[in-house]
């Protein structure tokens, strides 16, 4: 029988200023880890599961108590290897070196698709790590919050003149990340009905605040919607319901919304979607017993699915991909027009990409709210400039409830990142803050993923499937003494669509951390910089000139 904790455990990173371990960057592993799963942050914690569908924190129960057990006694010049969620190995290596390097669900390209890898997760050889839930820093909903809300603020500036005031729009999926849609939509003053087949993840947004309303029934939820929309109230309603059905069912009676896009687990056909006619608990007994027959409806539905979004577009709805990989699944089951909409990165993202800027995250580990606090006001002092930016932190401020230690996430570019880095490792060092900050970001950032039919769709020379960049970006991170170092496959769009890098580091305040800091913070936002110039954007090639970079081929 595989240990697993006592049914009343619950996982809670350890709060304050004491060690439990042998130096601060194994402590923030530790903590790290265990904040992934934090009921207040994991959505299935009892099976490890952080996120997205089925990612995963640590590959089953006797490798995270390996895995806590191995960061207690790690020395300050060892490094810890993961592969695939189980601690393998410990080497000495030295002080700079990350304290853990992680590999996570990579398959030899032949064998990368969802059969193989059930195959080997099934026999215990792999676990699934989607992108911060393997890599340890998954942040709960805010992580993906500003991302999100950066992205419909950029569809209302293309579509609909900056805000999404007296406009509706339709998704499906409030899970982990798909849990952030209603309030970056309201946020953005807009109107949103969110479609969700499992009635306890709109209660748990309802509890976070990140949900206003839960309807059981279309008519009811389209009732709410159009009178916020003709009275120009932000408003968000969570309908119970499943999207295949749903969806269709607008279409056909000519409800169409302004903007239609989807962040249901799409990339994971036997977990992450479910097919139509089927109730959550029909579908956990055809996974267990029929599991062929699961994933053909499910691909079925989201065929359905897609068609439906392609005649709301067809009407006049905007829409776009939300990173699901939906469009690819329909696309396989005879949907030839499928792509026809964009993904959310080549329509709305990718020009920040081009500066280096994405997810950029800082955790207290000190667990007082204060000290995240002390760093908001870093921000709108140093880049007080920049009213978007600060105009996020304070509404963050305001309307974002923490889930497990407290954090923040705002989108910087390459030299702010840097700069932010130095002033909070100094603020450690002065005891400004009660314990050191771990800073880090999600793998969807500007140069560590590679993934065509997400980050690098469209790419203007072609090279959406090249994946030696994540690979660069993670060795290079590594090199520079980020305190761990991820590569990842198949996070986001599923398994075959993608390989991605994660890096986090610790700023403790010491004179090596401050020098780490600045290489790590400086590279990985570099690595953006450089795929973007190198595909040949304007924007990356002016960031590169005006930054010093030294890009060797790059034509001036
Ligand atoms: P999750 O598994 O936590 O949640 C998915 C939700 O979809 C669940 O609550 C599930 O009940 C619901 N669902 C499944 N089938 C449904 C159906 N037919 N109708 C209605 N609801 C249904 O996943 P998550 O963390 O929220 O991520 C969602 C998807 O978004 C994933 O594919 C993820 O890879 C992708 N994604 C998005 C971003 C982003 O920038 N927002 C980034 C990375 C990945």
Redo the contacts with the bound molecule.
């Keep these: 029988m595989e240990k697993r904790p006592p049914l009343k455990k619950v996982i809670q990173a350890p709060r304050g200023s004491t060690l439990n371990t042998q130096g601060w960057v194994q402590e923030a592993a530790l903590r790290m880890l265990m904040n992934n799963l934090d009921p207040e942050v994991a959505?299935r914690p009892q099976d490890l599961v952080v996120?997205?569908?089925i990612?995963k924190a640590a590959r089953d129960w006797k490798s995270y108590e390996a895995i806590v057990e191995t960061l207690k006694r790690l020395k300050n010049d060892e490094t810890l290897l993961i592969q695939s969620g189980k601690p393998v190995a410990v080497f000495r290596t030295h002080r700079d070196a990350p304290r853990v390097l992680l590999a996570n669900s990579n398959l030899v390209p032949r064998w990368a698709d969802w059969n193989h890898f059930h195959e080997l997760d099934r026999k215990g050889l792999m676990m699934y790590g989607?992108?911060t839930a393997g890599s340890w820093i998954y942040i709960g909903s805010q992580g993906?919050l500003q991302?999100?809300y950066e992205?419909f603020a950029a569809c209302a500036r293309q579509h609909f003149g900056g805000s999404l005031k007296g406009r509706i729009v339709v998704t499906?999926?409030?899970?982990?990340?798909?849990?952030?849609q209603p309030l970056a939509v309201t946020l953005n003053e807009g109107v949103m009905i969110a479609?969700?087949?499992?009635q306890s993840?709109i209660q748990r947004r309802l509890d976070t605040h990140y949900l206003d309303h839960m309807a059981t029934d279309l008519s009811e939820a389209i009732r709410l919607a159009e009178q916020a929309k003709t009275e120009g109230n932000p408003l968000s309603i969570g309908l119970v319901?499943?999207?295949?059905e749903?969806l269709p069912k607008m279409v056909e009676i000519g409800f169409i919304p302004d903007v239609v896009t989807d962040?249901?687990?799409?990339?994971?056909p036997l977990n992450?979607?479910?097919?139509?006619g089927l109730m959550?608990a029909e579908a956990d007994e055809m996974r267990s017993h029929h599991p062929d027959t699961l994933v053909a409806r499910a691909k079925e539905?989201m065929a359905i699915?897609v068609q439906a979004m392609l005649e709301m577009k067809k009407r006049g709805a905007v829409a776009f991909d939300?990173?699901?990989?939906i469009r690819q699944v329909a696309y396989d089951e005879g949907v030839t027009d499928a792509f026809s909409f964009p993904g959310?990165v080549p329509a709305y993202i990718r020009p920040q990409f081009c500066e280096g800027k994405g997810p950029f995250r800082w955790v207290a580990l000190s667990g007082d709210p204060a000290d995240i606090h002390k760093t908001d006001e870093v921000i709108l002092r140093e880049f007080a400039d920049n009213t978007h930016l600060c105009r996020w932190i304070r509404m963050a401020q305001q309307q974002v409830a923490f889930q497990g230690l407290p954090a923040r996430i705002c989108w910087l570019g390459y030299g702010e990142r840097a700069r932010f880095g130095r002033i909070i490792n100094e603020m450690v060092a002065q005891g400004e803050l009660k314990a050191p900050i771990v800073i880090g970001r999600?793998h969807?950032d500007s140069g560590s993923v590679a993934s065509p039919n997400r980050e690098t769709e469209g790419m203007k020379d072609g090279s959406d499937a090249v994946a030696d960049w994540p690979i660069l970006n993670a060795l290079i991170n590594a090199v520079g003494g980020a305190s761990w170092v991820s590569v990842h496959h198949g996070?986001?769009?599923g398994m075959g669509y993608s390989l991605h890098a994660g890096m986090v580091i610790v700023a403790d305040g010491s004179v090596e951390a401050a020098q780490r800091l600045e290489r790590v913070l400086t590279t990985d936002p570099g690595m953006g910089v450089v795929r973007h110039a190198d595909a040949g954007y304007e924007s990356a090639i002016r960031t590169a000139h005006d930054q010093g970079m030294d890009l060797p081929m790059l034509q001036s």
């Design positions: 959505e996120y997205g569908g990612g989607q992108m993906i991302g999100t992205t499906a999926g409030l899970g982990g990340m798909g849990g952030a479609v969700e087949a499992d993840r319901g499943n999207a295949a749903v962040q249901t687990s799409a990339h994971d992450g979607y479910l097919p139509q959550l539905s699915h939300y990173g699901n990989n959310f999600d969807l996070g986001g769009v």
